[in-house]
């Protein structure tokens, strides 16, 4: 997605089990801020317990220290796949590909902030609320969990 002021610069954390994007800072540079912006954003909202498991690729920006320590520091344990594998990173690649078809290619906007608000509400409203994926029993990521909450409540009645 082009903008007049630059290209916008996404890094998503997905919450692999409901395939729901739950970090997703939109600066306008590279770099470890980035990674750690969205790693900060996404303990946040899902505050996860010890045990966890953080799966990042080797890029530089999500391979240095500063979101090695967030993510230790949230108790979660940092994991990566090996260099080169088209597996260790598929279920974030097929979020991103239907992302980029859609918003990132489909035109040119003034501003940055126009491009980052356009990919938030495809994120949230489309991505998070009705795009279905197939691992999860073809549910979307707000579905799923709402049947998990569903089922839960009905257990400990």
Not at 28 to 43: P, Q
Not at 66 to 80: F, H, I, K, N, Q
Request: proline share 8%; net charge neutral; glycine share 12%.
């Amino acid at each position: 997605m082009r903008t007049h002021q630059g290209w916008p610069c996404p890094a998503v954390v997905m919450d692999i089990w409901p395939r729901m994007v739950v970090g997703r800072p939109m600066p306008d540079r590279m770099g470890a801020g980035l990674a750690d912006d969205a790693l900060k954003t996404a303990i946040a909202r899902r505050r996860p317990g010890k045990g966890r498991v953080h799966h990042g690729d080797h890029g530089g920006r999500y391979a240095s220290l500063l979101p090695g320590g967030t993510v230790r520091d949230a108790g979660v344990e940092p994991s990566m796949g090996p260099i080169s594998s088209p597996w260790g990173n598929a279920a974030m690649e097929s979020l991103m590909g239907p992302i980029k078809a859609e918003c990132v290619h489909a035109g040119t906007f003034e501003a940055r902030e126009q491009a980052s608000l356009e990919i938030f509400g495809y994120i949230e409203a489309f991505c998070n609320r009705v795009g279905i994926h197939s691992a999860p029993g073809n549910l979307s990521p707000a579905e799923l969990e709402a049947r998990h909450r569903e089922g839960a409540a009905l257990n400990a009645a």
